[in-house]
């Protein structure tokens, strides 16, 4: 079956430091990759997405590349902020799937000033 | 815009009464999902829809039910509430394999 694999949290940054937060997956077919992010009180919202081998998705200053050789699709931002502290959930959809997604743990950031 | 809208942020309810969680949706999407989020445990899918009248059991159904009778409503029924579900509830739709849109969910406590 399909899995997600997040880096463990919590992450705890200084404000302006850069971001990685890693991601591998595991599927059966061709998947689409995304990064939600949860703020506090909130559901989950797209950040991100890629749907083939080598698209980078981006949005907000956060960048992540599909990556078919490692299976991977790492979140990275250079310069976060404190408006950025969330909860960031890496996920899969195969399109077989009736839309059904494959989340990770989930990994909480914290920004301090 | 998209939106999904969940009827409740907070309920508070029993043990052992019928709880009835609903979430609509104005995208038209054949796809709706019921998840359960707890500290610790990610998020956790309990039924989900890819039609109407039709329900699939995800990763912890036991203990709940869900309707579908129109495209736009998938509600969650907790048929005996126990302390146990005492969680935070989000629902999702999507069509084929794009993202997900999610309801700002229900905290639910079950005294």
């Known amino acids: 079956g399909n899995s997600v694999t997040q880096m463990e949290g919590p992450v705890t940054l200084s404000e302006e430091a850069f971001l990685t937060i890693n991601c591998t997956y595991t599927?059966?077919?061709?998947?689409?990759l995304f990064w939600y992010v949860q703020y506090p009180g909130e559901g989950l919202q797209l950040l991100l997405k890629?749907?083939?081998?080598?698209d980078k998705g981006s949005n907000k200053g956060f960048e992540a590349t599909y990556r078919k050789e490692t299976t991977s699709f790492h979140l990275e931002k250079g310069s976060v902020q404190v408006s950025d502290s969330a909860v960031y959930f890496c996920?899969?959809?195969?399109?077989?799937?009736?839309?059904?997604?494959?989340f990770g743990d989930g990994t909480t950031l914290t920004v301090k000033p | 815009d998209v939106k999904v809208t969940q009827s409740s942020r907070y309920l508070v309810k029993r043990t052992g009464e019928k709880v009835f969680l609903e979430c609509v949706q104005d995208?038209?999407?054949?796809?709706m999902f019921w998840y359960r989020q707890d500290p610790g445990l990610g998020l956790r899918l309990i039924y989900f829809s890819y039609d109407v009248k039709m329900k699939e059991k995800g990763d912890i159904p036991e203990g709940y039910s869900v309707s579908r009778e129109k495209k736009e409503r998938f509600s969650l029924i907790l048929e005996s509430a126990s302390t146990n579900q005492t969680s935070m509830y989000l629902c999702a739709s999507t069509y084929s394999n794009q993202p997900q849109h999610f309801g700002d969910g229900t905290r639910l406590s079950i005294l």
């Open positions: 890629a749907t083939k081998a080598d």
């Open positions: 599927a059966t077919g061709y998947p689409s």
């Open positions: 996920a899969l959809t195969e399109s077989t799937n009736a839309g059904k997604s494959t």
């Open positions: 995208m038209d999407h054949e796809n």
